[in-house]
């Protein structure tokens, strides 16, 4: 029976964990980084070490180091969390042979799924469509030029090992595939240690809409819905919703199926995400199988009002499910935002910092899964991302609207955050009548950029302005001072009015 377990994750998502094992009754170890010191998984554990210097390659990626914490705190499980060593077989293995539950499918379904030749052909065998293209590696330029030629372009070389938009070449015309089968080839090699590539066929202007997955140690696997992740910039989701507004009922239920026949095809145990490509005939198309609780799980828990940590621990423990396919239903709708330290105005680089100040939306229908406080510094080790901002709504449309509230509502001071550039994407007529594809930011460039003047620039102007105001007078803002009518809010609302920063 699990008991305690070691989180080898750090940030949001160790929290998310740990909020799962408090509500289970198990005691949950963290492991953190120097860097770490200071963050709020470290104060929610139970009991925490340190594994070492910030690099995770030298505190969150050592194997050696995080089983031995795991060994000498005696945990029962370890969660991996996502990222880090979430996907690595090797580390599972390990586990397995400590004696240590792997909260995660066996090692030999993760080695199998990131193999994408491999995963494509456990996909074939199931019936489940996949692009079309190659079934086997490729051996030589003239091969694949061949090839190339029988499926017709547009094609996509890829890395058999890559995955998340790493190692793969879109190809247009016959006289270019030998230099971009080269030019992948020693990419993969580079990149992945492993020069293996594959052909399929480009599909244009794709939707990324994936299934969540769930599976116990005796053969039953559930589907979980649909989630929207075409909102995408260089390969990393933006926002994500569910259900999607591009799917009908009777293609949910297809590709639900073929979810479900994917998952049993590879013995999946946990909690799991089958990625389609959709096209805008809606035919669809096995892409790639995710062995790890997403970033963007939270949608799902809030449209299906199941806790995926949860169910996760449950079976990892040999529990048998104990929800059935037709209990899932997906109620209302629920869109999530990542919120990041980052510069959207300046390439999106990274923008760590101290957070000055920090106001957190609240009320109906909003979930906030973050790590950070105020005060907190954002180390530049890792990824940018400091918080994930969910809603839930009866219907999209009032999902939107509670959207552009919550993310009006967050105030983040002392650095840079793509806060505003959310509020843009919402606005989007294209995002609003949920027509969108993988194109989308792209596609709507111009419209992403800030417009001087915008009324959301000029409230946060106003705020910000009698917020200095109000410093510069604090004396007479003392509490005896303060009435009904001049209250601190009302006194910098009523600033921003003089001075024309504020409309309204
Ligand atoms: C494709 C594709 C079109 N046709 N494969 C990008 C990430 C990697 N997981 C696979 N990717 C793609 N593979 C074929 N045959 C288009 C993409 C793609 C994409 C996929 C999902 C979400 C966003 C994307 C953005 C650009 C390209």
């Not at 792997?102 to 994408?116: L, R, S």
């Not at 843009?424 to 111009?446: H, L, M, W």
Request: proline share 5%; hydrophobic share 40%; charged share 25%.
């Amino acid at each position: 029976m699990i008991r305690k377990i070691l989180i080898a994750n750090r940030g949001e998502i160790a929290i998310r964990v740990m909020r799962a094992c408090y509500e289970m009754g198990i005691r949950s170890v963290a492991v953190f980084s120097e860097a770490d010191r200071t963050s709020r998984h470290v104060l929610y554990a139970n009991e925490a070490e340190c594994i070492g210097p910030a690099p995770s390659n030298e505190s969150y990626l050592c194997i050696d180091k995080i089983l031995d914490v795991a060994k000498r705190h005696k945990v029962d499980a370890i969660h991996p969390g996502y990222g880090f060593l979430s996907e690595n077989a090797e580390f599972a293995r390990r586990c397995e042979e400590e004696g240590i539950i792997f909260i995660g499918p066996n090692p030999q379904t993760m080695i199998d799924m990131g193999d994408k030749i491999q995963a494509r052909r456990h996909m074939i065998a199931a019936g489940v469509p996949v692009v079309p293209g190659t079934q086997d590696q490729l051996n030589s330029p003239e091969e694949a030029v061949g090839v190339c030629k029988a499926i017709g372009f547009p094609v996509m070389i890829k890395a058999s090992m890559g995955g998340g938009g790493k190692g793969m070449r879109l190809v247009h015309r016959a006289e270019d595939v030998v230099e971009a089968y080269n030019a992948c080839k020693s990419e993969a090699l580079s990149g992945f240690g492993d020069d293996t590539v594959y052909i399929e066929k480009f599909v244009e202007g794709p939707h990324h809409i994936e299934f969540q997955i769930l599976g116990d140690k005796h053969g039953n696997v559930i589907h979980l819905g649909d989630r929207e992740c075409s909102v995408q910039r260089r390969h990393q989701k933006v926002v994500e919703e569910s259900p999607s507004p591009f799917l009908d009922p009777e293609l949910r239920q297809k590709m639900g199926s073929a979810a479900v026949a994917a998952a049993k095809a590879v013995g999946y145990v946990g909690a799991g995400t089958i990625e389609f490509l959709v096209d805008k005939y809606k035919n669809f198309y096995f892409l790639e199988m995710n062995t790890r609780l997403q970033v963007e799980h939270p949608v799902t828990e809030q449209v299906v009002g199941i806790d995926l940590v949860k169910e996760q621990i449950l079976v990892a423990d040999g529990h048998e499910l104990t929800i059935k396919q037709e209990d899932v239903h997906q109620r209302g709708h629920a869109i999530e935002c990542r919120i990041c330290a980052e510069d959207t105005e300046n390439n999106f680089r990274p923008a760590p910092g101290i957070i000055s100040r920090l106001v957190e939306p609240h009320g109906p229908g909003i979930r906030i899964d973050s790590a950070v406080y105020e005060g907190y510094e954002i180390p530049m080790y890792y990824d940018p991302m400091i918080g994930k901002l969910i809603v839930w709504a009866t219907c999209r449309q009032y999902a939107i609207e509670r959207m552009r509230r919550a993310l009006y509502e967050y105030k983040v001071a002392g650095l840079v955050t793509n806060i505003r550039y959310l509020r843009r994407i919402i606005d989007v007529p294209q995002f609003k009548e949920g027509n969108y594809d993988t194109s989308f930011i792209e596609v709507n460039q111009e419209r992403l950029r800030p417009r001087p003047g915008f009324k959301n620039d000029s409230e946060d102007m106003a705020i910000i302005a009698a917020y200095i105001d109000y410093l510069m007078n604090y004396e007479e803002n003392k509490p005896d001072n303060i009435n009904e009518n001049s209250s601190a809010l009302n006194r910098w609302r009523a600033f921003g009015l003089q001075k024309g920063v504020l409309r309204v």
